[in-house]
């Protein structure tokens, strides 16, 4: 699914009008015009709150890499963001960005490859966070994180940037050094995923969106 999916009610701000109502996008983090090559003409704008029901997929999705936005595009939502199930953001080679200026909320949220997410306020993730980035992927949060774990996966310089921190006392970091998986992230992390040593992002995603449990944890629940 692309952004413009997601909801029909999206405004076209100029450039020079965004960049002074939201300073975020002219701030340190995310450097558009390092991504795109130029600053965008535009920006697409969602005023309010924003709920998705169910699981969804953004940019490239799992298998389609050519359903794509036609142009570089940056969305903001100013609101917060509620995914009521998963949300998984994966760009490949291109860089459409979600600014959010409220906070977001998830069930499990995958950020994949060069997937350019910003957050202005929290992060609750109830289940799972997974971070797979690399090159100009960026997940960007400024204010506090509750995540009931995060399994992270890139093994490049960090491009992941928690501004105050995942403050909840359930939260794990399942793997930061990039090599093979602990025991325990096998102990929350269902056997299913795993290729070998190793965590399948792809399964994850596709389970995750179809409403799947991810953790040992999760799958008690049910």
Not at 61 to 89: C, K, M, P, Q, Y
Request: charged share 20%; glycine share 10%.
């Amino acid at each position: 699914m692309l952004f413009g999916q997601l909801t029909t009610t999206w405004e076209t701000v100029p450039w020079e009008e965004a960049a002074q109502r939201y300073p975020f996008l002219v701030g340190p983090d995310l450097e558009l015009d390092a991504l795109f090559g130029e600053e965008p003409t535009h920006v697409f704008v969602h005023s309010g709150d924003l709920v998705v029901a169910g699981g969804v997929a953004v940019g490239c999705g799992i298998d389609d890499v050519s359903a794509r936005e036609d142009v570089e595009v940056v969305h903001v939502i100013d609101g917060n963001l509620t995914v009521e199930g998963a949300l998984h953001f994966y760009n490949e080679g291109y860089y459409p960005t979600l600014c959010v200026t409220g906070s977001v909320a998830a069930r499990n949220l995958l950020c994949v490859s060069e997937c350019v997410l910003f957050i202005a306020g929290a992060l609750r993730v109830e289940d799972l966070l997974v971070t797979d980035l690399y090159e100009a992927g960026l997940l960007s949060v400024e204010g506090p994180c509750s995540v009931g774990a995060w399994l992270q996966l890139e093994v490049r310089d960090p491009l992941v940037h928690l501004g105050v921190g995942p403050e909840s006392e359930r939260t794990r970091i399942l793997r930061a050094d990039g090599g093979s998986e602990t025991d325990a992230t096998a102990a929350v992390v269902l056997p299913e995923f795993f290729d070998g040593d190793r965590v399948d992002v792809r399964k994850l995603a596709a389970a995750a969106l179809a409403g799947h449990p991810l953790t040992v944890e999760a799958a008690r629940e049910r």
